[in-house]
């Protein structure tokens, strides 16, 4: 794992990049359709990544981002597709 502080952000580059599963898939779900059952896909998907990124990393604290691997990304654009035709945003180090 390679951490890379400059105030704010870490840049993660491992082999050991979570794998997404079914129970993972299986796991989000439930999580983000109890709490967000009213909420657009894009509401969604940003909770889904804000609770992987709890789950892998823990509580990182303000102003402190990580990139999910794109395998991890591209799964939960699967389960919360665009559906307002908007596009994704995608990682931004801010």
Request: aromatic content about 8%; overall charge negative.
């Amino acid at each position: 794992m390679t951490t890379n502080h400059n105030n704010s952000n870490i840049a993660l580059e491992s082999d050991d990049d979570p794998e997404w599963s079914s129970e993972l898939s299986d796991e989000v779900t439930g999580v983000i359709d109890v709490h967000c059952a009213d909420e657009p896909n894009n509401i969604k998907r940003k909770r889904a990544y804000q609770y992987l990124v709890r789950k892998f990393h823990g509580v990182l604290g303000q102003g402190i981002r990580v990139q999910l691997p794109g395998n991890v990304v591209a799964a939960v654009r699967l389960l919360y597709p665009d559906d307002e035709q908007k596009g994704y945003m995608g990682y931004r180090d801010e």
